[in-house]
């Protein structure tokens, strides 16, 4: 709402491209340490953190047409594949 006019104000968002992208952000909350080790969990983990990233990019699409469907999102490696932790995973 406008102060001076009382009116409410709508905004038009207009530019809505990419400014970071969102495997760049997670990727730096890991740490360069972690993504340089040859330690089998540290590489699982950075593994891990780029499927979320991809995970949530899809899932985040603006268009519904290019958006990942719930059947397919089911399917994405981040929730197919053992991570740490699980019962299927096995350390080398």
Known sequence: TNKATRKKVTRVITDLSQKRHLVDMVLSRVGADKQRSSDYADQTYVKKAKQFSDFLE???????????APQDALQHPLLTE?????KGAAAA
Do not use: A, N
């Open 58 to 68: 899809k899932m985040t699409v603006l268009d519904p047409e290019r958006r990942i």
């Open 82 to 86: 053992p991570g740490l932790g699980s």
